[in-house]
């Protein structure tokens, strides 16, 4: 599950990349991706239309028939992985949590996952905030959406590694 503010662009588009990289890597029957936003303000509401702009030019769908909703406490235990898009969004879902272990151990920053994203020791988690494209142009949603696309294939690649583990512990 990915997660943002309002869940009307990053973690929408989070979510339609996801799904076409899974697809890809021929997962899409085996791995669930949907996103969830920590605010309600948008509940409802479509994914925006500058998200949707930037990803039909990109060659993604266009998140047709997505209504924004908020993230509850149980979706932190019924995903396997949550993925905020900031340090502020990982914040709020660990209070969201309530302190609960199985819960918090499932919740990592989505740009946690790309190679080329600052991991210097010792700093904030909020150098891999994804940009919020909301305030600005157009043009933002090409970066937000660069970075999405950046980190998918590591996702991907942990989500191969996390089902091969999955398998093994059950032969």
């Keep these: 599950m990915t997660v943002c503010t309002g869940n009307i662009c990053r973690s929408p588009m989070a979510e339609i990349v996801l799904r076409r990289r899974l ?36 060659g993604y769908p266009t998140g047709e028939g997505h209504r924004a909703r908020q993230v509850r406490p149980e979706h ?37 996952f790309d190679p080329a994203a600052p991991s210097e020791p010792g700093q904030p988690d909020s150098v891999l905030d994804v940009d919020d494209p909301w305030y600005g142009p157009e043009e933002g949603f090409e970066t937000t959406l660069a970075e999405v696309e950046a980190a998918a294939d590591g996702i991907i690649a942990h989500v191969r590694e996390a089902l091969a583990y999955r398998e093994g512990a059950t032969d």
């Design 76 to 112: 932190l235990l019924e995903r396997d992985l949550v993925l905020p898009m900031t340090a502020t969004h990982a914040r709020s879902l660990r209070r969201l949590a309530g302190g609960d272990p199985a819960a918090t151990s499932r919740i990592r920053m989505y740009r946690s």
């Design 23 to 58: 697809a890809d890597a021929g997962l899409a029957d085996v791995v669930e991706v949907d996103s969830t936003g920590i605010s309600d303000e948008e509940a409802g509401n479509p994914v925006d239309w500058r998200a949707r702009s930037v990803l039909r030019r990109h």
